[in-house]
Nanobody
Framework: QVHLVESGGGLVQAGGSLRLSCVAS????????MGWFRQAPGKEREFVAA????????YYSGSVKGRFTIASDAAKTTVYLQMNSLKAEDTAVYYC?????????????????WGQGTQVTVSS
């Protein structure tokens, strides 16, 4: 099993920055990477970014590419999401999850074990 805990959310003005962290415990080595998703009120959960353990390319949604950066520590137990140039439309609960199978990193069904989420609110 894997236990995930997100932190770093909060209230920030548009144009500001936040860094989210996701600390993982358990058998993270059994998986091939981790990702971040978000869910705004009244909307479906959507993919934000993902990082494969293989060291290949990272993945980003079009709405955050160039503004957000995903990274992990060397032990692959903590994944970060650096969010810059935040916009009001980035307001959501952000979740991290471990990628369990498949090659479609944007698909939430390929992820297993989710954190409880951290709220990000961007005021305009």
């Amino acid at each position: 099993q894997v236990h995930l805990v997100e932190s770093g959310g909060g209230l920030v003005q548009a144009g500001g920055s936040l860094r989210l962290s996701c600390v993982a415990s358990g058998r993270t080595f059994s998986y091939d990477g981790m990702g971040w998703f978000r869910q705004a009120p009244g909307k479906e959960r959507e993919f934000v970014a993902a990082i494969p353990w293989s060291g290949g390319s990272t993945y980003y949604s079009g709405s955050v590419k160039g503004r957000f950066t995903i990274a992990s520590d060397a032990a692959k137990t903590t994944v970060y999401l650096q969010m810059n140039s935040l916009k009001a439309e980035d307001t959501a609960v952000y979740y991290c999850a471990v990628h369990a199978f498949g090659r479609n990193w944007v698909n939430s069904y390929e992820y297993d074990y989710w954190g409880q989420g951290t709220q990000v609110t961007v005021s305009s």
